[in-house]
């Protein structure tokens, strides 16, 4: 099982970012997908999540309306686009699967990706 995150970068704030993650080892359209974030000390926050159809989101609320999850189970991948960054968005972004429903509880995830750092200046 590898799920790998990519896309993380340094952008100006008020700027956009695409995150990717490819998921790989595992029946990826029975899993529901998340994108959690980590601040260095703190524990994983959830930031949006999509169902194993794509057919509802979920969105922490930080970041509804400038963050959008979508997924393509042909392709066995799961996006956030970010728009309108800040630089209170700035961390590491992890993907995550959920066999099933999706939560927004990191102790309910099965599997992780590797993480990716995004990084907004001022």
């Known amino acids: 099982v590898q799920l790998q995150a990519s896309g993380g970068a340094l952008v100006q704030s008020g700027g956009s970012l695409r995150l990717s993650c490819a998921a790989s080892?595992?029946?990826?359209?029975?899993?529901?997908m998340a994108w959690f974030r980590q601040a260095p000390g703190k524990g994983r926050k959830f930031v949006a999540a999509?169902?194993?159809?794509?057919?509802?989101?979920y969105y922490e609320d930080s970041v509804k309306g400038r963050f959008t999850v979508s997924r393509d189970n042909a392709q066995n991948r799961v996006r956030l686009q970010m728009s309108n960054l800040s630089p209170a968005d700035t961390t590491v972004y992890y993907c995550?699967?959920?066999?099933?429903?999706?939560?927004?509880?990191?102790?309910?995830?099965?599997?992780w990706g590797q993480g990716t750092l995004v990084t907004v200046s001022s």
């Open positions: 999509v169902t194993w159809s794509g057919d509802s989101t």
């Open positions: 995550a699967a959920q066999k099933g429903f999706v939560t927004r509880y990191p102790a309910d995830y099965q599997y």
């Open positions: 080892g595992f029946d990826f359209s029975d899993y529901g």
